[in-house]
């Protein structure tokens, strides 16, 4: 690895290199090396993430690089089981943008925030000369009150069953049709989407919740294989279990595509003990954007930090970590 190159950002194994041999080097301790969606400081109470937004095009079919910034940060803390409160919002604005096209992107946030009961407290602005940044980015922290402790990727067993909030790749597939100027005349978008209420109706019922991880670069492959690998197990998918919208299949037959690899960005995975698996079902599907919720995968230790896919056909193979560059700018 002697330069960073497009690949080093797809959430895949080359990602994955970048992160553990530059800056888990360099930062090295112990909250870090769990490797969450968000760290978990103060003895547990509060939850503490970042993330920055550069997806290309910042308008697209389903949201904006507004909406996504404040999902993007609000869903990390979800997925640690905390309750979104307070967020900074740092953008690094492109002269010559259009202040309309600002505007909006700004009422994207607002409308996301007030969905999480969430609210921006501090920032910072910068506006560079044209060329510098591709039009706008946002960079987005959040603190969040942890409602259930104890929720980590590092804790997966083989008590417990592997599910998917909803259907998997849309954000991926629609961002790369919108980038691409491809009218596939269908209704596909992106499923980006504040994932706090599904979280928040969980635990109120109780739901014996592992761990929960929102599947956004290196999509479902990428979270399973790194839960794998955290917890030193083995998780055997049922192909045919995992839900793919037609429109995302055919781009993908089209281009050659891995659905499994494809972004997500209101799609998440969870790991809950056996007997509340169905009990998470019916949570889940009173949701629109979660009605097609399913078990996928069982947990087992036939192959260690392995993923294995069992196909409709009765065959297997191992489901790998996404290599190479995906789509560069999907987030």
């Known amino acids: ?7 080093h950002g797809n959430g895949g194994a080359e990602n994955q290199e970048l992160i553990s041999k530059v800056f888990y080097k360099a930062f090295e301790n112990e909250i870090l090396a769990k490797s969450e969606d968000a760290a978990i400081i103060d003895n547990g109470r509060l939850a503490f993430t970042t993330d920055s937004f550069t997806v290309s095009p910042i308008f697209f079919n389903g949201a904006d690089i507004g909406k996504l910034s404040i999902c993007g940060t609000c869903n990390d803390l979800a997925m640690m089981g905390a309750k979104p409160k307070y967020l900074t919002c740092s953008v690094i604005i492109e002269e010559g943008f259009e202040v309309d096209k600002l505007e909006t992107i700004v009422n994207s946030m607002k409308i996301e925030l007030e969905k999480n009961g969430a609210k921006v407290v501090s920032g910072d602005t910068k506006v560079v000369p044209k060329g510098s940044v591709d039009k706008i980015f946002i960079n987005t922290t959040g603190i969040g009150e942890v409602q259930k402790e104890g929720i980590s990727s590092n804790k997966v067993s083989t008590d417990d069953v592997i599910i998917v909030s909803r259907d998997i790749g849309a954000h991926g597939a629609t961002i790369f049709a919108s980038r691409e100027g491809m009218d596939m005349n269908t209704d596909l978008q992106s499923d980006c989407a504040s994932l706090w209420p599904q979280v928040e109706a969980l635990i109120n019922e109780n739901i014996n ?10 999509g479902l492959s990428a979270v399973l294989n790194e839960w794998a690998v955290q917890s030193d197990i083995c998780i055997e998918v049922n192909e045919e279990a995992v839900p793919v919208k037609d429109e ?31 009990k998470a079902i019916e949570v889940l599907s009173s949701f629109e954007n979660s009605s097609n919720a399913s078990i996928i995968a069982d947990v087992t230790k036939q192959y260690d930090k392995k993923v294995v896919l069992n196909s409709p056909w009765g065959t297997k193979r191992f489901l790998e970590l996404p290599t190479g560059e995906l789509l560069p700018r999907i987030c």
């Open 248 to 278: 995302v299949k055919g781009l993908c037959e089209l281009l050659g595509f891995e659905a499994m690899s494809l972004a997500n960005e209101g799609t998440f995975v969870l790991a809950v003990k056996k007997e509340d698996a169905k």
């Open 209 to 218: 919740i592992t761990a929960l991880r929102d599947a956004t670069r290196g």
């Open 1 to 7: 690895m002697k330069k960073v190159t497009l690949a």
